[in-house]
């Protein structure tokens, strides 16, 4: 066990957005580490706590679940009180619509999030981890993109993801909010919807004729779950980071034509490829390349990737191989 991770031993944590895919390998990991998890999910009167229920038994048995939506005030107030460290999660995320449903994304991705910084500076919280994404960078004006790097608002989710950072820096600078933001690269892992390159096109690898997919040449950065959520781990404890906006990535790069016909490789298998318009971003909207700069997580968190690209992808083939009836493979996912 990490220095980091022993200091979250005994603390009362909150994640909001637990029921998603990084949120619940976080809620898995605080608990290993010795916290007390309390998890937000948002309401559905299915009651499904989404993917908190594939967690081992004994760690889903061990987490608080909390139902309910970071778009209101009052439940937000409910879910924080109490804590001493908050991992803000919720968001909407997917790219595609939110240029069918901008207002959504508003009322989710900046308003929720001031819901909760506000929740976290009345009760007190100890540190604030808040969790933006590489989309904010835009296309790349240089490359590997480190912490200075311009915000460029390229489709309406990566907009409103600028506006609830710039509330996160706000609090920390006007109000004294122990806030850190947390900038993930693109993420994979076992769990992930078919909404993401990864598990959408081992998939459709493991079920169709040929694989569908949009446009192969932008270049992505891609870190295992694990090495995510020990990013996580560490800027809710490291010291003296507070008001620190953090990248965590691998630092490597590989274009979207490179990943396929890789995991195409791990599969053993080779299948016709297919560009369909529907999955293309808009010219002007696509990000051509995120390739992370480390070197901030590496020195204010003692922070490295431990997983390759390959064992990450060997998991995931594995995990898509076991619930594959729980992927749609023909319908493109917003």
Wanted: proline share 5%; net charge neutral; with cysteine.
């Amino acid at each position: 066990m990490t220095n980091e991770t022993t200091s979250l031993k005994g603390k009362k944590a909150l994640v909001t957005g637990a029921g998603g895919f990084i949120g619940s390998h976080l809620c898995e990991d605080l608990v290993i580490a010795g916290a007390q998890v309390r998890a937000l999910v948002k309401y559905n009167s299915a009651q499904s706590h989404g993917l908190l229920e594939a967690l081992p038994r004994d760690i889903h048995n061990s987490i608080e679940v909390m139902s309910g939506d970071i778009r209101d005030p009052y439940l937000t107030e409910k879910a924080v009180s109490g804590s001493n460290a908050v991992f803000h999660l919720a968001a909407l995320i997917g790219i595609p619509y939110s240029y069918h449903a901008p207002k959504s994304y508003v009322d989710t991705n900046v308003s929720g999030t001031l819901n909760v910084l506000q929740a976290c500076l009345s009760n007190g919280v100890d540190r604030v981890v808040h969790t933006s994404t590489s989309e904010v960078y835009g296309t790349a004006r240089y490359t590997p993109i480190d912490e200075n790097h311009p915000l460029q608002g390229q489709s309406p989710y990566s907009a409103t993801k600028i506006a609830a950072d710039k509330l996160a820096e706000s609090y920390h600078l006007s109000f004294g909010l122990p806030v850190v933001t947390i900038r993930p690269f693109n993420c994979f892992g076992p769990g992930q919807s078919a909404r993401a390159f990864i598990p959408a096109m081992i998939s459709q690898i493991l079920c169709n004729e040929k694989v569908c997919c949009g446009s192969l040449t932008p270049f992505r950065d891609y870190t295992y779950v694990k090495d995510t959520t020990a990013g996580f781990l560490a800027c809710g404890c490291a010291p003296s980071i507070e008001g620190s906006t953090i990248n965590v990535g691998s630092g490597k790069k590989i274009s979207m034509g490179d990943l396929l016909r890789r995991i195409m490789t791990r599969m053993g298998v080779s299948k016709e490829i297919a560009q369909e318009p529907e999955r293309v971003r808009p010219d002007a909207s696509e990000v051509m390349e995120l390739i992370c700069d480390n070197a901030r997580a590496m020195k204010l968190l003692n922070w490295q990737p431990r997983f390759t690209l390959d064992q990450g992808l060997d998991k995931v083939i594995e995990s898509v191989k076991r619930n594959i009836t729980a992927y749609k493979t023909r319908d493109f996912v917003l």
